[in-house]
């Protein structure tokens, strides 16, 4: 931990993927940083992911360009930060159980195209060659997107903390943000620190952060849980990430088991009748689980806007520059972000933004 200083150019507030990246691009450009993180690195949203990152995103392609910018930046990430990511090729596949699920890939495809995406429609015999514990008969198509790999999320955080640290920036952990002044002054735990552009980059905690400096920041926390199997046998391999359309089922090699997930319960909905619906459907569209024991992997919270598009962007009559609302996929975005947030800062015109509030 370090101490905190009097002032700064820029604070940034969030210590995730996000919040790192931000904190590297802005010292390398020579811009005063001090990152603020409430906890330890790591340890907010960008700890409960699934370890994936991918360019497709089913219906967004705004998104999938920024997923694209940052996958480039991934495969140099060792060579600027010396932190080695360990990539490992998975694919991500989409399961279609709907015509119109079909029909919208079809309409989108173009744009995804556009935005730099490798993604095709294949049918069920190619979805199980992707796939081999897929029941054919349960789905009529699906899309297949090779960019998608397997990574280790810590490392990208240590990563870009070790870069922003070399060119400069001041990292506080275990600094939870108090208050936040119309000038920009931040009151922590810690102490205060007055900085010309205050950087909202705090995942779960987003819209507090934003609300304290004024701003309504419409993003929202939801719990996330993550699953393990036990060891299935015999052990299918490396399996793609694996998304069902309609439910949401993920699923995805881990080590010798099987990681999943479905969303969270409905707000009506136990815990117990939650795990029941997966299990259900596990088994449904992956015969070979069908009843195969589940246990808990990891849980945490994710920052969600009303779209599913992060806001990245400057208010327009505060000191104030928000990346939020990944919804789960900063890991994703964090190098795009990162250079996003820099332009803005920076004055530079962004090459592009996310969804505006």
């Known amino acids: 931990m370090s101490a905190l200083p009097p002032r700064t150019d820029v604070v940034v507030i969030g210590g995730g993927v996000v919040g790192t990246s931000v904190a590297c691009h802005l010292a390398e450009a020579g811009v005063g940083t001090v990152l603020l993180e409430r906890g330890s690195l790591g340890s907010g949203a960008s700890a409960a992911t699934a370890g994936v990152l991918r360019t497709y995103f089913p219906g967004d392609p705004h998104t999938g360009g920024l997923a694209v910018r940052s996958m480039a930046a991934y495969r140099t990430f060792a060579e600027r930060t010396g932190t080695p990511l360990g990539l490992e090729r998975v694919g991500f596949l989409v399961l279609f159980t709907e015509e119109e699920q079909v029909e919208e890939f079809h309409r989108t495809q173009p744009a995804q195209r556009a935005a730099g995406v490798e993604v095709e429609l294949v049918g069920p015999a190619e979805a199980v060659k992707c796939n081999p514990l897929l029941c054919e008969r349960s789905i009529i198509a699906a899309a297949w997107s090779p960019q998608a790999y397997a990574c280790d999320p810590a490392a990208i955080v240590r990563g870009y903390a070790a870069a922003a640290?070399?060119?400069?920036?001041?990292?506080?952990?275990?600094?939870?943000?108090?208050?936040?002044?119309?000038?920009?002054?931040?009151?922590?735990?810690?102490?205060?620190?007055?900085?010309?552009?205050?950087?909202?980059?705090?995942?779960?905690?987003?819209?507090?952060?934003?609300a304290m400096a004024g701003v309504d920041l419409p993003v929202t926390s939801y719990p996330i849980e993550l699953l393990l199997t036990d060891p299935p046998a015999p052990h299918p391999g490396t399996l793609p990430m694996t998304l069902h359309a309609a439910s949401g089922l993920r699923i995805r090699s881990w080590k010798d088991r099987i990681l999943l997930g479905m969303g969270r319960p409905?707000?009506?909905?136990?815990?117990?009748t939650w795990l029941k619906r997966l299990s259900q459907q596990l088994g449904?569209?992956?015969?070979?689980?069908?009843?195969?024991?589940?246990?808990?992997?990891?849980?945490?919270?994710?920052?969600?806007?009303?779209?599913?598009?992060?806001?990245?962007?400057?208010?327009?009559?505060?000191?104030?520059?928000?990346?939020?609302?990944?919804?789960?996929?900063?890991?994703?975005?964090?190098?795009?972000?990162?250079?996003?947030?820099?332009?803005?800062?920076?004055?530079?015109?962004?090459?592009?933004?996310?969804?505006?509030?």
């Open 165 to 210: 640290l070399e060119a400069g920036a001041v990292l506080c952990t275990e600094a939870p943000v108090t208050g936040i002044d119309p000038d920009g002054r931040v009151h922590t735990t810690l102490g205060s620190i007055t900085a010309d552009t205050v950087v909202c980059a705090a995942g779960p905690w987003a819209k507090q952060v934003a």
């Open 266 to 272: 409905r707000p009506d909905e136990s815990r117990r």
């Open 284 to 357: 449904t569209t992956y015969p070979a689980l069908d009843g195969i024991r589940v246990h808990r992997g990891w849980s945490g919270s994710f920052d969600g806007s009303p779209n599913g598009a992060a806001f990245i962007g400057r208010h327009p009559a505060r000191p104030f520059v928000y990346a939020a609302g990944f919804s789960g996929q900063g890991l994703c975005q964090a190098p795009a972000a990162g250079e996003t947030v820099r332009d803005l800062v920076t004055g530079e015109q962004p090459r592009t933004e996310g969804n505006r509030p």
